[in-house]
Every structure is written in C-alpha cells, then in structure tokens.
C-alpha cells in the first residue's frame, strides 16, 4: 500500500544508546520531515529534507542528526540518547506543489530509560 | 506562517454537526488554511484546505470569514469515530519545498453518544 512507512513501532533505549529511526515513502514526493510529539503536545519538527540531497533544521533538531538517503527514505538518528527525548516521532513527505496536504506515518514510540 | 488560535476542547453530541473554529486573524493573502486531526496518537490525516471560498469534500466542510480571519471546520453528521485532536493550520503553498507544517495543541473534539 502506498503511504510512509516508519520503523521501528516501539522502541526502549538506555541513557547514552544510539539508534536510527527509519522512515520510507512510496509515492515518489519531494519533500520529508520528521516531527516529534510528548504527551499533550502538538508536533514540533526536527528536521525536513526539501529534496534529495538536502536537509533543514527544524524547530527542535539539537540531539538529531538526519540523513536523506535518496528520494524514499529519510533517516533520523540519535547519537547518545536522552530521557528527554521519550517522545513518538512521525515522519510526513509531501510532494512539490501538492496542495491536498502532507502524510504522515504511524509513528515510532521511543522511551530512553 | 500565521498563528492559529483554536479552543482546547469541545463536545459534540452524536449524529449531531461539530462546528469546530479556528481563529487566524494574521493570515496572509497566499497562505491556505488546513485541517488535519489525529486519532488516538496516530499519525495525523488531512482533512480539506482552503483559500478563500468554502469547501466540502466526503470528510468535513470548511467555512471560511470574507475576511480570511477566521474559519470553521463541519463535521456534519458526527460519529464516536470523530473523537480526535482537530488542528488548524495555515501554510503558504510553494514549489520549493521548504515549506514546513506549524501545529498547535488543537481541539480534541469529543463525541457524546
């Protein structure tokens, strides 16, 4: 099915771990964007990529790095992991000039222990 | 992007219309208002956008002012499915690609069976 698909669902980190969240779209659209939600909060972006080849900070990247690895998949890492960074991170992508909105995928729930 | 301003919470009765508003008194001339909502910590889903002149697709209608300050989301006919955070957004629609989705906290809209 066409959509954004991130993984991994859920994860558990210990303070100073590192990982990568995954994040793939089939629907060959431009742009892409990670964003992270806490609880009783809206989204906050970290970062996005406007094309391949090209990456933005967002309102929130200090801790993230991130990597567009081609048009399909755009990668955020957490280098040393913090307890503050327990969030549920979605990426979106969006494609030039598409005015019907942004998709989002089903999230990642990353708790850092 | 404009700011919105959106009331925390509201409830609907079921079957009944929600009328969800949404206020954004500093939009500009080329900024679109969006709606999305999310369901229960998923990803957040489109809706419908507007310009300038009212919208109804499948989902919702969209209501907006002569005066672009303000608008109104319609769900006509509400089901429990509906209960969701509803966000308004406004955004510039360009071809470049670093144009980025601003959210707020929303209205997490309850249906009342």
């Known amino acids: 099915n066409a959509g954004v698909t991130q993984t991994p669902k859920f994860q558990v980190l210990k303070t100073g771990q590192s990982m990568t969240l995954q994040c793939a779209q089939d629907?060959?659209?431009?742009?892409m964007y990670w964003y992270r939600q806490d609880p009783g909060m809206g989204l906050r972006l970290i970062y996005y990529?406007?094309?391949?080849?090209?990456?933005d900070k967002g309102e929130v990247p200090n801790g993230y790095n991130v990597s567009r690895l081609n048009k399909r998949e755009f990668s955020l890492r957490l280098e040393s992991a913090a307890p503050s960074q327990t969030s549920v991170y979605f990426c979106a992508s969006l494609f030039f000039g598409d005015s019907y909105g942004y998709t989002f995928g089903s999230g990642t729930r990353l708790t850092v222990v | 992007d404009a700011k919105t301003t959106q009331p925390p919470s509201m409830d609907c009765a079921e079957g009944r219309a929600a009328n969800l508003p949404c206020n954004h008194s500093t939009i500009s001339g080329n900024e679109y208002v969006y709606w999305y909502r999310q369901i229960h910590s998923q990803g957040p889903q489109y809706i419908i956008h507007?310009?300038?002149n009212n919208e109804t697709n499948e989902m919702a209608s969209l209501i907006i002012t002569e005066d672009r300050k303000s608008s109104t989301l319609i769900l006509p006919h509400a089901t429990l499915r509906d209960t969701a955070v509803y966000y308004c957004i406004v955004r510039v629609a360009s071809n470049f690609g670093n144009e980025k989705l601003t959210f707020g906290t929303g209205t997490r809209l309850t249906i009342i069976p």
């Open positions: 629907m060959n659209h431009n742009s």
């Open positions: 990529s406007a094309s391949e080849g090209t990456t």
């Open positions: 507007g310009l300038k």
